[in-house]
């Protein structure tokens, strides 16, 4: 879903640079239908009965995002999408290990893999707060391919809107995606 050069989204950003409270309130708006399908998905892995709603997960999301005022230094849609990609992976993140620790080590929150490696079957499973960490890792060394993974995986994105977004071939964004599974694979033993 890339946005056109000059798009709404990175006019209303202007805007809310320049104090618009009615551009923030529209920004929230569009943001928050775009990352809905997201957000629908990602729970969609979590376990029965889980407390956090996809909506909960887009409002603390876009609270970090004012938190940080990210909002503030956001200058396009890409910058705005991928700040909103990594809150809420940390907004799962941090709701798995408070729930670990109220169970003093019990199972992490698991997630079926396919959602961040094509390959693997349904049945794969990983820890969320095991790959958030080897996320992490990925991207300090390869800083593309863990925002590849993270646009794939939180984002929802196509390889082509992940190229837009990165501008980068499409081709670079497969091969970031291909490497990043098999380090993935690796460091989570797969």
């Not at 551009?23 to 943001?31: F, P, T």
Request: hydrophobic letters at 35%; one cysteine or more.
């Amino acid at each position: 879903m890339p946005e056109p050069v000059g798009g709404e989204i990175t006019q209303l950003l202007g805007k809310v640079r320049d104090g618009d409270v009615g551009a923030r309130d529209s920004l929230w708006q569009i943001l928050s239908e775009e990352l809905r399908a997201t957000a629908e998905k990602l729970m969609r892995g979590e376990r029965a009965g889980h407390t956090l709603q996809p909506s909960a997960l887009i409002n603390e999301a876009f609270l970090r995002l004012e938190d940080g005022k990210l909002i503030d230094r956001a200058q396009d849609r890409r910058y705005l999408l991928g700040a909103a990609c990594e809150a809420m992976r940390r907004v799962l993140v941090d709701h798995a290990k408070k729930r670990d620790a109220a169970k003093r080590g019990g199972t992490h929150t698991r997630l079926p893999l396919d959602l961040v490696c094509e390959y693997v079957e349904q049945e794969h499973k990983c820890d969320l707060v095991e790959l958030h960490q080897q996320l992490e890792c990925l991207s300090q060394s390869d800083q593309r391919a863990g925002r590849v993974v993270e646009y794939r995986f939180f984002g929802n994105l196509s390889m082509d809107e992940i190229a837009t977004e990165l501008n980068v071939s499409k081709s670079t964004v497969e091969s970031d995606w291909r490497f990043a599974q098999a380090w993935l694979r690796k460091q989570l033993r797969l």
